[in-house]
DNA sequence: AATGCGATACTTTTT
DNA sequence: GTATCGCATT
């Protein structure tokens, strides 16, 4: 089995393997980075530190690869989690080489499976045009098998069980091969099946039955393992820490150890901060003892931060017990201290953060560059109102993409029915939206009639009679004659023209809140634009002859054929897609920005989650209290602490100059206020490189305006960052501890000088603060919030409480 | 078919 | 506090 003459669509490397680095490649890389680019093509695993050159060693490394000819761009296979981190190595590999990028196997993991499983979609066991559900389209299709089986959907929970599913399909486990160890499992694996089943009658894949998909077919089928394990001379991966168990199997059958291939595993465990869903830092060390890695490069120099900010990261970090260990170190200096401010309220965390903010914008640092991070999204609000009433631009990161948006989903999937009419997910989404009087009987008619004949929704239309039944057929008609109707016209033609049919624009059009949507509808447009464009599927655009390839060659979709307009896939191979199907796959793969006015300059507020990978020269760690950072359900165990703490080394890490970490006496959380006590994480970090803004341990005081007031002066080192600053406050914002009215009673209630809502010491649990005092004499009994140690009721007879604060 | 009400939960998230 | 969801009413 020969690999497809790969030399006629990429032109051939000139340098030969000795030449020296003639276009400057290895300029300026120091000795660590300079290694891990030049490594022998055998198995390496580079620990790479926060703002440590990591995505230019893997660009570097590919660039030096084919520029010394020893890869083509066909043999190299590079994988990364994010469509982000992917376009990002692209740009990057393409403005150091000139490279033709459409035969590299650059990606992420699910875009490589989505590639592998479009070339070998018969072998797969898939249709050829099968297309992708999203999170919410998977939960939704869990749901009509839950529906559809008559459980109780208390008791199966869509969601719950799509991550029993999800979980299940990252161990490379089908139904068949789990344990029903309880009822409960068993009915999950029947879920699974019947999930399964569904999804493959109706042509869908979710996430995990991509990489799921993509494996089985290596491990069962030994000629394309062959084929690829060869094709592929250098692999490599980023941010390794990531992995699942799943993507690591993965990545063993296209270079299994011992197979001689370059295999690089880019990652920092210090980074690690996605257990939860799966990720295994436990990949890094299996992938160095399995692949018998001979030498860890370690990539410790930061060019990112001034030291008092990484001695913060390191000195947090080296709490840390499971750990590859790396010490971050820089030459730029101690910088400014890092600033800690103590508030009152949520309320004041927020006023202050905005008026130093504020300040900061003045002495001339962008919006952009000022990151305001949080744990949990539900703090944003606060933080958000206090910038919006001050007239501050802004702009939150999660929430809703732009594929997930209602009106482009269904627009979505009326495309989707154009190509795959038996996808009932699509189907049930708009069979009645715009309203075409089909309601749930209906529905549920022609589900029942799906059901016993085990065909798909628009198949058994045919089987409801009356008027229902012919509401559905004009709507089945409807689907079919755009189908025809659009066949030959360009992705924007079809769009257009799908959107008008369906009576959507119409329908938005109508609505009076319906301008925004619309105009994401046009939106959509653009975007197909700009996809075919960018994929070449322009009118010019020739389908080279796949029967070119060598006789018993494998298709693996190298060459990519670049198709025209109206292509029409080929039956026999796959490898080329239409406009259509290639733009439905894209929308999946990819769910676009979820960024609010991208491009303004506006103060980024986002969790520490979402932080990872970005730099901002002056950030604020916003809400460092116990429970909430590190959060509460996961500070009981010694694991879930660790890898709070490593959320808190990226937040640290996140800094370039500007380091600030805020707490606040009291929060509303839930709908009730909460007293907090300051996160341990205080407690790990080196008291010379902080500067406390408020007096730690001090109550607020009158004479507390002053002292931040110098505070700020003092703290204004870095002349090309800030000058001598004042700032304005507003006295009502920080100077009254924000208790709300129903607790302003509780607060009057007094017992030896402890007071609600003010802190308390005890001998074994340290400082807490004080919530609730509760009767009188003997029966005295008080709750406290200890923070770390939880929350206690202790009956003041006994226990040793003291003021402190006073 | 649309609106409304009460119950419920609520860490972090990419593909 | 607020967003989401299922169910019931109009």
């Known amino acids: 089995m020969n690999l497809p003459p790969q030399d006629d669509f990429f032109a051939a490397p000139d340098a030969p393997v000795a030449a020296v680095d003639a276009t400057g490649l290895l300029k300026n890389l120091n000795p660590e980075q300079y290694a891990a680019v030049t490594a022998p093509a055998e198995p390496c695993l580079i620990l790479a530190g926060a703002g440590s050159g990591k995505t230019r060693v893997l660009t570097t490394r590919i660039a030096w690869l084919m520029q010394t000819g020893q890869v083509t761009p066909a043999g190299v296979m590079a ?50 045009g099968f297309q992708i559900l999203d999170s919410a389209d998977t939960v939704s299709a869990i749901k009509r098998v839950i529906r559809a089986m008559k459980l109780d959907e208390e008791r199966f929970v869509p969601k719950q069980v799509g991550w029993f599913i999800a979980g299940a399909k990252e161990d490379a486990k089908r139904p068949g091969d789990i344990e029903p160890i309880d009822e409960q499992t068993k009915t999950l694996i029947a879920i699974y099946q019947a999930y399964e089943d569904q999804c493959q009658r109706e042509g869908v894949v979710d996430f995990a039955e991509l990489m799921l998909r993509s494996y089985e077919l290596m491990k069962g089928n030994l000629a ?34 011992g197979r001689g291939q370059g295999v690089i595993a880019v990652g920092d465990d210090d980074q690690s901060i996605y257990a939860f869903r799966g990720a295994r830092v436990g990949n890094m060390a299996d992938f160095e003892r399995e692949y018998r890695v001979k030498k860890v490069i370690k990539l410790e120099q930061n060019y990112r931060s001034f030291s008092n900010i990484l001695d913060s990261a390191n000195e947090l970090i080296s709490r840390n017990s499971k750990r590859l260990g790396k010490t971050l170190r820089t030459d730029a200096g101690p910088g400014e201290p890092v600033r800690v401010y103590e508030a009152a309220s949520d309320f004041a ?5 905005i008026e130093e903010a ?29 910038l919006f009433n001050a007239g501050i631009p802004y702009r939150v990161y999660g929430g809703l993409r732009f594929f997930e948006r209602a009106e482009v989903k269904h627009a979505l999937s009326y495309l989707r029915l154009l190509e795959n009419a038996n996808d009932d997910t699509s189907f049930l989404r708009v069979v009645n939206f715009p309203t075409r009087g089909i309601g749930a009987r209906a529905i549920e008619l022609l589900q029942d009639a799906a059901r016993v004949s085990g065909r798909s929704l628009y198949q058994s239309v045919g089987a409801v009679t009356g008027k229902a039944g012919s509401n559905l057929q004009a709507f089945t008609q409807l689907i079919d004659s755009t189908r025809n109707l659009t066949q030959g016209l360009t992705l924007r033609e079809i769009i257009e023209q799908i959107l008008e049919i369906s009576g959507l624009s119409e329908f938005y059009r109508n609505d009076k809140d319906g301008a925004d949507r619309l105009e994401n509808l046009g939106e959509l447009i653009n975007a197909a634009e700009a996809f075919v464009t960018q994929e070449g599927f322009g009118k010019d655009a020739v389908a080279l002859p796949v029967d070119e390839l060598a006789p018993g060659a494998i298709s693996d979709g190298f060459p990519v054929a670049v198709a025209p307009a109206n292509f029409t896939p080929d039956a026999e191979t796959g490898e080329i897609m239409s406009p259509l199907a290639a733009f439905l796959t894209h929308a999946s793969l990819e769910a676009g920005d979820n960024q609010a ?29 116990e429970g909430l950072f590190p959060h509460e359900n996961s500070a009981s165990d010694a694991d879930g602490l660790e890898e709070e703490r490593r959320l808190m080394y990226v937040a640290i890490t996140r800094a370039r100059q500007r380091l600030y970490l805020c707490f606040s006496q009291t929060r509303m959380l839930h709908g009730q206020t909460r007293y907090n006590v300051k996160s341990r994480f205080f407690d790990e970090l080196p008291e010379s490189a902080l500067k406390w803004l408020t007096p730690p341990r001090q109550a607020f005081g009158s004479g507390f305006a002053k002292e931040y007031q110098s505070a700020w002066e003092r703290g204004s080192g870095l002349k090309s960052m800030v000058g001598a600053g004042r700032v304005n406050h507003d006295k009502a914002a920080w100077a009254e501890p924000a208790v ?26 340290g400082e807490g603060v004080l919530l609730t005092l509760e009767g009188s004499g003997a029966d005295a009994r008080a709750q406290v919030n200890f923070g770390r140690h939880g929350m206690k009721w202790l009956a003041l007879s006994v226990a040793k409480l003291t003021p402190i604060d006073a």
């Open 79 to 128: 994988v990364t989690f994010t469509n982000k981190a992917s376009k990002e190595m692209l740009t990057r590999l393409t403005a150091m080489l000139p490279v033709n990028v459409r035969g590299m196997w650059i990606g992420t993991f699910h875009g490589l499976c989505n590639r592998f499983l479009r070339a070998h979609w018969k072998l797969a066991g898939l249709p050829q």
């Open 224 to 257: 394309i393992r062959e084929h690829y394990q060869r094709r592929f001379q250098h692999l490599l991966v980023d941010e390794f820490q990531d992995t699942n168990k799943l993507q690591y199997a993965w990545l063993k059958m296209f270079a299994p150890p």
């Open 349 to 353: 965390e927020a006023q202050w953060l």
């Open 358 to 386: 504020q300040a900061l914008h003045r002495q001339g640092v962008d919006r952009k560059e000022i990151a305001v991070l949080y744990r949990s999204n539900a703090q944003s609000r606060v933080i958000e109102s206090a």
């Open 597 to 625: 006015q991208a491009g303004q300059d506006a103060v980024q507020l986002m969790t520490v989650h979402s932080s990872k990978g970005l730099e901002f020269d002056a950030v604020f760690i916003t809400g460092l209290e």
């Open 740 to 765: 709300p009215a129903a607790m302003k009673k509780k607060e009057d209630a007094e017992h030896g000088g402890l007071k609600v809502g003010k802190g308390v010491f005890h001998t074994k649990f």
